[in-house]
């Protein structure tokens, strides 16, 4: 209630009467609790769609997070015969993998700030498309070099719509239900390469290698189509002034989002200066080692390793790079995404209505199953244990991968919800910088100290991250209150 004093122009009843209305004006959720955000009243405003229209935006935001992935990697089972076509060993055919990994770290860089001022869509529908013909083109070319152009060009392309689909998500949904859908695009986004590994096995078998990339290519420039005539804009500006109702044509027509700012040069070094924020840098660390060892590790040794250690032809690799890894990711976000949203509301009914980002922090307890799939993974590859195991730690694994991964994504994005963008762009950077790597050093270091030792060194390193993120549960609050910790202030008239 508020208090007549001294000074204060309002009586008490005056107070008691603003009070009142601005308890009307305050949104609540279904259990009574204030909505965070809280919506505009206006119907253009993202938050107050129909749940019909939010969830079809939200869906070909995860496709399209899962598709330029996908593309990158229906050519790993392929990497022996890619090899041979080029005259090159089976380590420097996975370096198209790398070059797609390298560049879609850096493309979203770029990519950001154009999302921020002219709107999420542009960039979804540009990147897709310039993505699949690039895709497409490489299918084709004649030559190594050709090839790992293009990839560099489809890492640009297709990262960058894979990096701004939280921000939609931020978007769309509020607090209390971010985690779940959040989660359904990180699942989509987790997967695309390990789908893409269950086709570009049989693919390569019975069609070519050549169809590992045009295939995705065509795919992604149906799915550009489709996205051209259902996908509106979500940006909405809350610094702006919104004064004619817009309609879905002017959602599609790039009517809707006029630029409220001009793109400034700090704008392209803003996803890094997200590093600053401990709340941001330490998720991101141990999502980096997640992430590469608990995917990208599989992808880029397995056609080898599989092949050398139990024979396998290119679509039984196929197999085992991707229905373990589907498996254990599914049963990780069906365990995930639903159950962080409950802990934060679990937390804000016994704490006055306040949301803490690190009631979520509780979920990621099933990330320990990451270092230990890759060590149960290692020690069956060297002791030449069935492949039944392999596939068993490669699964526990990607179990613990998708926990982590909603986690990250949801709790960074709870703390700086107008950058999101550029959180999600700085974790990009982070899991693509560290993944590209991996190529270069996990054969070499298995070879020098023997598979089983590489794994445990890897896995370790994963564990080594996980304890100063599980910290933040209870110094978070405390480290986000400090001097240097304040948030940033751009962006948040969005």
């Known amino acids: 209630m508020a208090a007549y004093s001294k000074g204060n122009d309002l009586t008490i009843?005056?107070?008691?009467?603003?009070?009142?209305?601005?308890?009307?004006e305050l949104k609540l959720d279904k259990h009574g609790l204030p909505l965070v955000p809280q919506p505009s009243s206006n119907s253009d405003d993202p938050m107050n769609w129909s749940p019909s229209l939010k969830l079809s935006v939200a869906l070909q935001v995860s496709w399209l997070a899962f598709v330029g992935p996908m593309s990158s990697a229906v050519g790993n089972p392929a990497f022996v015969?890619?090899?041979?076509?080029?005259?090159?060993?089976?380590?420097e055919a996975s370096y198209s993998l790398t070059m797609y990994i390298i560049w879609a770290a850096v493309g979203p860089l770029l990519a950001v700030p154009l999302a921020n001022t002219f709107g999420r869509r542009p960039v979804y529908l540009v990147g897709n498309l310039v993505a699949g013909i690039c895709n497409v083109a490489g299918g084709y070319s004649?030559?190594?070099a050709g090839l790992m152009a293009t990839r560099a060009f489809v890492g640009i392309f297709a990262g960058s719509p894979a990096t701004i689909g939280p921000a939609t998500i931020c978007?769309?949904?509020?607090?209390h239900e971010r985690g779940f859908y959040m989660g359904v695009w990180t699942f989509f986004l987790t997967n695309g390469p390990h789908t893409a590994s269950l086709a570009g096995g049989?693919?390569?078998?019975?069609?070519?290698w050549q169809w590992c990339y045009t295939i995705p290519g065509y795919i992604q420039i149906a799915t550009f189509i489709v996205n051209a005539v259902a996908l509106p804009e979500t940006l909405y500006p809350r610094g702006a002034v919104h004064t004619k109702s817009k309609s879905f044509i002017d959602l599609l027509l790039f009517r809707a989002t006029l630029p409220t700012r001009k793109?400034?040069?700090?704008?392209?070094?803003?996803?890094?200066?997200?590093?600053?924020?401990?709340?941001?840098?330490?998720?991101?660390?141990?999502?980096?080692t997640c992430f590469g060892y608990g995917s990208v590790l599989f992808a880029a040794t397995g056609s080898q390793l599989f092949a050398k250690t139990y024979h396998f032809e290119l679509y039984q690799t196929g197999l085992l790079l991707s229905i373990p890894l589907l498996v254990g990711c599914f049963i990780g976000e069906c365990s995930t995404g639903w159950f962080i949203d409950w802990l934060v509301s679990r937390y804000a009914k016994h704490h006055g209505g306040e949301r803490r980002p690190e009631a979520r922090l509780d979920g990621l307890w099933l990330g320990l199953l990451v270092p230990i799939g890759v060590i149960i993974q290692g020690a069956c590859l060297y002791h030449h244990k069935s492949w039944v195991g392999t596939a068993f730690g490669m699964g526990l694994a990607n179990l613990g991968l998708q926990a982590a991964t909603t986690v990250t994504y949801a709790y960074t994005t709870d703390y700086y919800k107008s950058q999101s963008t550029e959180i999600a762009c700085f974790l990009n950077l982070m899991r693509n910088g560290f993944s590209a790597l991996i190529s270069f050093y996990a054969i070499p270091l298995a070879d020098e100290i023997n598979i089983e030792y590489a794994w445990l060194i890897f896995a370790l390193l994963n564990v080594a991250f996980f304890v100063p993120f599980l910290g933040l549960k209870w110094f978070g609050p405390k480290v986000s209150k400090l001097s240097w910790q304040t948030p940033p202030s751009f962006h948040n008239d969005l």
């Open 202 to 208: 049989f693919i390569a078998q019975y069609l070519g």
């Open 171 to 175: 978007d769309l949904y509020f607090m």
């Open 263 to 288: 793109i400034k040069i700090s704008d392209f070094w803003r996803p890094l200066y997200m590093a600053k924020y401990l709340t941001v840098l330490l998720p991101a660390l141990y999502y980096m």
């Open 142 to 144: 004649p030559s190594w």
């Open 81 to 91: 015969p890619i090899g041979k076509a080029f005259h090159i060993t089976t380590v």
């Open 13 to 24: 009843e005056d107070a008691q009467i603003k009070e009142s209305i601005e308890y009307q």
